[in-house]
């Protein structure tokens, strides 16, 4: 079970990115997904869910701004950032949770399986 994060880089605020989450050895297009940021010295925090019915969920932070995605075919989890603002910088991380079809949790205890993660530097 390998989750591998792309797409990180440094933007200036207004900018957009595309992170990618490539799943291997398994088949995760049925299961919750998600991807969650992380500020060193504060907890990893959710960012945006997914269910394996493709209904997704945001945090307010990011609402109209960020859409995720998944591309069953290719076993790809996407997150579009768009109008990127400073305080998006962070360390972005994808997870599965293999126990959780369309119920998913926003906490990342409920979550098993991490990518290494991709991080992302906002400028103003």
């Known amino acids: 079970v390998r989750l591998v994060e792309s797409g990180g880089g440094s933007v200036q605020a207004g900018g957009s990115l595309r992170l990618s989450c490539a799943a291997s050895a398994y088949t995760y297009s049925d299961y919750c997904m998600g991807w969650f940021g992380h500020l060193p010295g504060k907890e990893r925090d959710v960012v945006a869910i997914?269910?394996?019915?493709?209904?997704?969920g945001y945090s307010d932070s990011v609402k109209g701004r960020f859409t995720i995605s998944r591309d069953n075919a290719k076993n790809t989890l996407y997150l579009q950032m768009n109008s990127l603002k400073p305080e998006d910088t962070a360390m972005y991380y994808c997870?599965?949770?293999?126990?959780?079809?369309?119920?998913?949790?926003?906490?990342?205890?409920?979550?098993?399986?991490w990518g290494q993660g991709t991080q992302v530097t906002v400028s103003s």
């Open positions: 997914i269910t394996g019915g493709s209904s997704t």
């Open positions: 997870a599965a949770d293999l126990s959780r079809r369309y119920s998913c949790r926003d906490k990342v205890s409920s979550f098993g399986y």
